[in-house]
């Protein structure tokens, strides 16, 4: 082949695609031709892309190549010929080698890999800046005579390469000290530092190790202060081995153990369970008692406390529960300046889904979103605190991270369980650049963060992936996994004499909601056990619900008749309920009951309410409304919030409500592959493109034909994959031929390649005034 450009215009279209499909940054945009898509193939940033994807041996068998072109790889990897045949082909197909007689870097590769197997430059290349009277005493220096005449740099520098072609007896004659630095080299990096590198220095008068090595050419000055190791000497010294160790197959897992699927899944359904309820339980509470934004973003170590406190979890679980709601859009911050963290109206809806469904929506959420719930409570680099659901939370490719971890265990034979560290050893074998630029400590935490939040997700039981965390990770839909593995919902609960009411499983939505309004919860586990208070029936009334319709709903679910304590408390408490009516003066009461008010006025522990009397039934405060409420509760009344024009102010549960801002990004997508239809029509494109300079619009009036028919010749175009010749009008009105290779016909356009404009485009349906079917020829 005459050049990579050509060599890729001789692949087949099945080559093409795979290449495409494996780089789909290359057709952003689609490139005019084939020449344009093995420039933009060449360029850095694609091969640094490239080179990213490529495991640990992948990537060797390219630097040998580098190395060492036209020899034996697998002699020179010692690895089998059959795992090398498969590394060159991924190579070939990714479009870094090329080449019909052996592989060959292509384009671009030699620049994006400075030291290939931490080699460094050969020796003519290591000594090419040294000026030509440099050159000639080193030749003189290793061969003992004089160089006369004017000295010819290209010569001397073939003939330096042949005299250290068997360093051998140069090492043994530099003394032990020098050959103890050169072993600091061997095996990369291949350059040090050291001062004066370029001072001029020879065999007999060499005093240093560094400098017998620099008179011997066994090191070459870079610049004054840099000295590399020529590439033939670290080869010798390696022995003729590019690799320390094999590197052929990737770092073990722990050995499997007898595979238990049904236990795995068992394991992560009950966690999967868990987790929803506690997101559940935890957007309730901040829906009725919203919690602070920090001015700083964030949520407030105490308020993170409180949650962990509410929900019975260590305080890395309650900032994971909190962050996966977040980015599942259920959780978002009200207003720009005093703001609160409050449900979305999207929690609404999600509440309306079955528990595998909501699952299925955190679990998306969690593995797409950029944000880290394991940095909350570490401190940044300036030794700040770094708060849950904050912007410091975010990290670049933490996505990628956490699917590469998890791709780790979902390709481990059933019955393996790998830790953290087995993880990050396997990922640094799989993706050794990418994996290595993520950066030292946050990338080494990485995996282990992740390990412990999908088994707390239920993505993973006992350390495997469960069969709905497969799906997950596969892009299926896991909720058909999850849904037999749950338990089903009960609408019926006991009530006990103690006030208590036991759940013997989840309960449907609405009751669920209704109970945790008039009940708090005391125990959770098989059974969650409710307990009715004074208080929590006045929340249920402050919502808005009646002593009636709370016995009504109690009495439905209930598996019995309702006990008698029960009927007394919310008799009761909804006969005191509302005497009180407290609004603002600042804040006043009222009630019907003068006597009331005197008991308020003679209560000591009312002497701080700063009370005084407007009329025999109307005490008025200096206090705000919302603190009067509070301390009148703390005298165990049960007072309600009035407007000025005496309605009764009702705080529904779902009270607290905000859309999250436009600019918002409550999930942070990673890049997506190119689409399989846009892959196809970017391969026809390419070789139009290279075929564009033998095609021109027919001669004559451009076709013309109904509008009807224009769509649907352009569509069967499409299906067929057939040229098409179009009259198309400009922005003017002017009329032109167009041979288009159609891609699509969507949204009012056509899109296209445009092979008299050897470009992709798209075309105004409306503007086009006819089409006609091109024949092969």
Same mark, same amino acid.
């Given at each position: 082949?005459?050049?990579?450009?050509?060599?890729?215009?001789?692949?087949?279209?099945? %080559?093409?695609?795979?290449? &495409?499909?494996?780089?789909?940054?290359?057709?952003?945009?689609?490139?005019?031709?084939?020449?344009?898509? #093995?420039?933009?193939?060449?360029?850095?940033?694609?091969?640094?892309? +490239?080179?990213?994807?490529?495991?640990?041996?992948?990537?060797?068998?390219?630097?040998?190549?580098?190395?060492?072109?036209?020899?034996?790889?697998?002699?020179?990897?010692?690895?089998?010929?059959?795992?090398?045949?498969?590394?060159?082909?991924?190579?070939?197909?990714?479009?870094?080698?090329?080449?019909?007689?052996?592989?060959?870097?292509?384009?671009?590769? $030699?620049?994006?890999?400075?030291?290939?197997?931490?080699?460094?430059?050969?020796? #003519?290349? +290591?000594?090419?800046?040294?000026?030509?009277?440099?050159?000639?005493?080193? /030749?003189?220096?290793?061969?003992?005579?004089? =160089?006369?005449?004017?000295?010819?740099?290209?010569?001397?520098?073939?003939?330096?390469?042949?005299?250290?072609?068997?360093?051998?007896?140069?090492?043994?004659?530099?003394?032990?000290?020098?050959?103890?630095?050169?072993?600091?080299?061997?095996?990369?990096?291949?350059?040090?530092?050291?001062?004066?590198?370029?001072?001029?220095?020879?065999?007999? @008068?060499? %005093?240093?190790?560094?400098?017998?090595? &620099?008179?011997?050419?066994?090191?070459?000055?870079?610049?004054?202060?840099?000295?590399?190791?020529?590439?033939?000497?670290?080869?010798?010294?390696?022995?003729?081995?590019?690799?320390?160790?094999?590197?052929?197959?990737?770092?073990?897992?722990?050995?499997?153990?007898?595979?238990?699927? !049904?236990?795995?899944?068992?394991?992560?359904?009950?966690?999967?369970?868990?987790?929803?309820?506690?997101?559940?339980?935890?957007?309730?509470?901040?829906?009725?008692?919203?919690?602070?934004?920090?001015?700083?973003?964030?949520?407030?170590?105490?308020?993170?406390?409180?949650?962990?406190?509410?929900?019975?979890?260590?305080?890395?679980?309650?900032?994971?529960?909190?962050?996966? +709601?977040?980015?599942?859009?259920?959780?978002?911050?009200?207003?720009?300046?005093?703001?609160?963290?409050?449900? @979305?109206? %999207?929690?609404?809806?999600?509440?309306?889904?079955?528990?595998?469904?909501?699952?299925?929506?955190?679990?998306?959420?969690?593995? $797409?979103?950029?944000?880290?719930?394991?940095?909350?409570?570490?401190?940044?680099?300036?030794?700040? *605190?770094?708060?849950?659901?904050?912007?410091?939370?975010?990290?670049?490719?933490?996505?990628?991270?956490?699917?590469? +971890?998890?791709?780790?265990?979902?390709?481990?034979?059933?019955?393996?369980?790998?830790?953290?560290?087995?993880?990050?050893?396997?990922?640094?074998?799989?993706?050794?650049?990418?994996?290595?630029?993520?950066?030292?400590?946050?990338?080494?935490?990485?995996?282990?963060?992740?390990?412990?939040?999908?088994?707390?997700?239920?993505?993973?039981?006992?350390?495997?992936?469960?069969?709905?965390?497969?799906?997950?990770? %596969?892009?299926?839909?896991?909720?058909?996994?999850?849904?037999?593995?749950?338990?089903?919902?009960?609408?019926?609960?006991?009530? =006990?004499?103690?006030?208590?009411?036991?759940?013997?499983?989840?309960?449907?939505?609405?009751?669920?909601?209704?109970?945790? *309004?008039?009940?708090?919860?005391?125990?959770?586990?098989?059974?969650?056990?409710?307990?009715?208070?004074?208080?929590?029936?006045?929340?249920?009334?402050?919502?808005?619900?009646?002593?009636?319709?709370?016995?009504? *709903?109690?009495?439905?679910?209930?598996?019995?008749? *309702?006990? =008698?304590?029960?009927?007394?408390?919310?008799?009761?408490?909804?006969?005191?309920?509302?005497?009180?009516?407290?609004?603002?003066?600042?804040?006043?009461?009222?009630?019907?009951?003068?006597?009331?008010?005197?008991?308020?006025?003679? !209560?000591?522990?009312?002497?701080?309410?700063?009370?005084?009397?407007?009329?025999?039934?109307?005490?008025?405060?200096?206090?705000?409304?919302?603190?009067?409420?509070?301390?009148?509760?703390?005298?165990?009344?049960?007072?309600?919030?009035?407007?000025?024009?005496?309605?009764?102010?009702? @705080?529904?549960?779902?009270?607290?409500?905000?859309?999250?801002?436009?600019?918002?990004?409550?999930?942070?997508?990673?890049?997506?592959?190119? !689409?399989?239809?846009?892959?196809?029509?970017?391969?026809?494109?390419?070789?139009?493109?290279?075929?564009?300079?033998?095609?021109?619009?027919?001669?004559?009036?451009?076709?013309?034909?109904?509008?009807?028919?224009?769509?649907?010749?352009?569509?069967?175009?499409?299906?067929?994959?057939?040229?098409?010749?179009?009259?198309?009008?400009?922005?003017?009105? =002017?009329?032109?031929?167009?041979?288009?290779?159609?891609?699509?016909?969507?949204?009012?356009? &056509?899109?296209?390649?445009?092979? @008299?404009?050897?470009?992709?485009?798209?075309?105004?349906?409306?503007?086009?005034?006819? /089409?006609?079917?091109?024949?092969?020829?």
């Amino acid at each position: 082949m005459e050049s990579f450009a050509d060599w890729l215009r001789a692949r087949d279209d099945d %080559a093409l695609r795979a290449l &495409l499909s494996a780089r789909p940054e290359l057709v952003t945009p689609v490139p005019a031709d084939l020449a344009a898509l #093995a420039a933009r193939a060449a360029t850095p940033a694609a091969i640094s892309r +490239a080179l990213d994807r490529l495991d640990r041996f992948t990537l060797a068998t390219l630097e040998a190549v580098l190395v060492l072109p036209g020899t034996d790889l697998a002699t020179a990897l010692a690895a089998p010929p059959e795992r090398v045949a498969e590394a060159v082909a991924t190579l070939t197909e990714n479009a870094l080698v090329w080449g019909d007689q052996g592989p060959r870097a292509a384009p671009g590769v $030699r620049q994006a890999v400075p030291h290939p197997a931490g080699l460094g430059p050969p020796i #003519a290349e +290591a000594f090419a800046g040294y000026p030509p009277a440099r050159l000639a005493d080193l /030749v003189a220096d290793l061969t003992g005579e004089e =160089q006369n005449g004017f000295p010819d740099a290209g010569r001397l520098l073939a003939r330096l390469a042949e005299l250290l072609a068997d360093p051998g007896p140069l090492v043994e004659d530099a003394g032990p000290e020098a050959r103890a630095a050169l072993e600091r080299l061997v095996w990369g990096p291949p350059s040090g530092r050291v001062s004066d590198a370029r001072r001029p220095v020879r065999v007999d @008068t060499a %005093a240093t190790p560094i400098e017998r090595l &620099l008179a011997r050419g066994l090191l070459a000055a870079e610049d004054d202060r840099t000295v590399t190791l020529p590439r033939e000497i670290a080869l010798h010294l390696r022995g003729g081995r590019l690799f320390a160790e094999p590197c052929d197959a990737p770092p073990p897992l722990p050995a499997p153990g007898e595979p238990r699927p !049904d236990r795995v899944a068992s394991a992560a359904a009950g966690e999967a369970f868990t987790a929803v309820r506690l997101v559940e339980e935890l957007l309730e509470r901040w829906s009725l008692a919203p919690v602070p934004v920090l001015r700083s973003g964030g949520l407030a170590v105490r308020d993170l406390r409180a949650a962990a406190t509410l929900l019975d979890v260590e305080d890395w679980r309650a900032a994971l529960l909190a962050e996966t +709601a977040l980015a599942a859009g259920l959780l978002t911050r009200s207003g720009d300046l005093d703001g609160e963290w409050v449900p @979305t109206p %999207a929690y609404d809806l999600w509440l309306l889904r079955d528990v595998a469904g909501r699952w299925v929506e955190l679990a998306r959420g969690w593995l $797409r979103t950029d944000r880290v719930p394991g940095l909350a409570g570490e401190r940044d680099d300036r030794d700040r *605190l770094i708060n849950a659901l904050s912007e410091a939370v975010v990290r670049g490719g933490a996505a990628d991270l956490r699917r590469s +971890a998890l791709a780790v265990l979902a390709g481990a034979p059933p019955g393996t369980s790998a830790d953290a560290d087995a993880v990050r050893a396997r990922l640094a074998w799989l993706r050794p650049r990418w994996y290595a630029g993520r950066g030292g400590v946050f990338r080494d935490r990485m995996a282990g963060w992740t390990l412990r939040e999908a088994a707390a997700l239920g993505v993973t039981g006992f350390g495997e992936p469960s069969p709905f965390g497969r799906a997950l990770l %596969a892009g299926e839909d896991p909720e058909p996994l999850l849904e037999p593995l749950l338990p089903e919902p009960v609408d019926r609960i006991l009530i =006990q004499a103690d006030l208590t009411a036991v759940a013997p499983g989840p309960l449907v939505a609405e009751l669920a909601r209704e109970l945790a *309004l008039a009940a708090d919860v005391e125990s959770t586990g098989g059974a969650t056990v409710y307990r009715f208070t004074p208080a929590s029936v006045r929340r249920a009334l402050d919502a808005g619900r009646t002593a009636a319709e709370l016995t009504e *709903l109690l009495g439905r679910h209930a598996t019995g008749p *309702l006990p =008698q304590p029960l009927t007394y408390l919310i008799e009761d408490v909804a006969r005191r309920h509302g005497q009180l009516r407290v609004g603002s003066v600042a804040s006043y009461v009222r009630t019907d009951a003068a006597a009331t008010l005197d008991e308020i006025l003679a !209560d000591r522990r009312a002497a701080g309410l700063r009370l005084f009397r407007l009329a025999p039934t109307v005490l008025a405060s200096a206090l705000p409304r919302t603190e009067l409420l509070d301390a009148l509760r703390d005298l165990g009344l049960a007072p309600v919030a009035e407007h000025p024009g005496g309605e009764v102010i009702v @705080t529904r549960p779902d009270a607290h409500r905000a859309e999250p801002p436009p600019s918002a990004e409550i999930v942070r997508l990673r890049p997506g592959t190119a !689409d399989t239809a846009m892959i196809d029509a970017a391969v026809r494109a390419l070789r139009a493109g290279d075929e564009a300079a033998r095609y021109a619009a027919p001669a004559g009036e451009p076709p013309r034909s109904p509008a009807m028919a224009t769509v649907e010749r352009l569509r069967g175009a499409v299906e067929r994959g057939r040229r098409v010749w179009i009259g198309y009008l400009d922005q003017q009105g =002017q009329s032109s031929s167009r041979i288009v290779e159609p891609v699509r016909v969507d949204g009012g356009f &056509l899109t296209g390649y445009d092979a @008299t404009r050897a470009a992709v485009h798209r075309f105004a349906l409306h503007r086009i005034t006819g /089409v006609t079917e091109l024949d092969e020829g």
